[in-house]
């Protein structure tokens, strides 16, 4: 399956940015969905997922309550909802899939996006 990735861009401390990711290539209803960020000198970490039907999601304790991951399967897209944005967020956004059960291990995902940047300015 192929990821591309967008929505990226610069903002201010307390706004809201949506990412999405259009897959394409295989059923994407068949993939668990995860997003996943690197700040620079840092290492690639787990952001949220989510399962294959939507019905499930998964986060990191850093975005809880800030972030929402969500998919359409009709689309074969899957979205992250970014509010209350903080400088912290700052990273490469990265969407990956899994054919596999709902996990949270970076290193169990297979197919990867390119990333889109975000900045959250102070």
């Known amino acids: 399956v192929q990821l591309q990735a967008s929505g990226g861009g610069l903002v201010q401390a307390g706004d809201s940015l949506r990412l999405s990711c259009a897959a394409s290539?295989?059923?994407?209803?068949?993939?668990?969905m995860g997003w996943f960020r690197q700040a620079p000198g840092k290492e690639r970490e787990f952001v949220g997922s989510?399962?294959?039907?939507?019905?499930?999601?998964r986060y990191a304790e850093s975005v809880k309550g800030r972030f929402t991951i969500s998919r359409d399967n009709a689309k074969d897209a899957v979205n992250l909802q970014m509010n209350n944005l903080k400088p912290e967020d700052t990273a490469v956004y990265y969407c990956?899939?899994?054919?596999?059960?709902?996990?949270?291990?970076?290193?169990?995902?297979?197919?990867w996006g390119q990333g889109t940047l975000v900045t959250v300015s102070s």
């Open positions: 989510i399962n294959r039907s939507g019905a499930i999601t």
């Open positions: 290539g295989r059923t994407f209803s068949s993939y668990v």
């Open positions: 990956a899939a899994v054919y596999a059960v709902l996990t949270v291990v970076t290193g169990d995902y297979s197919y």
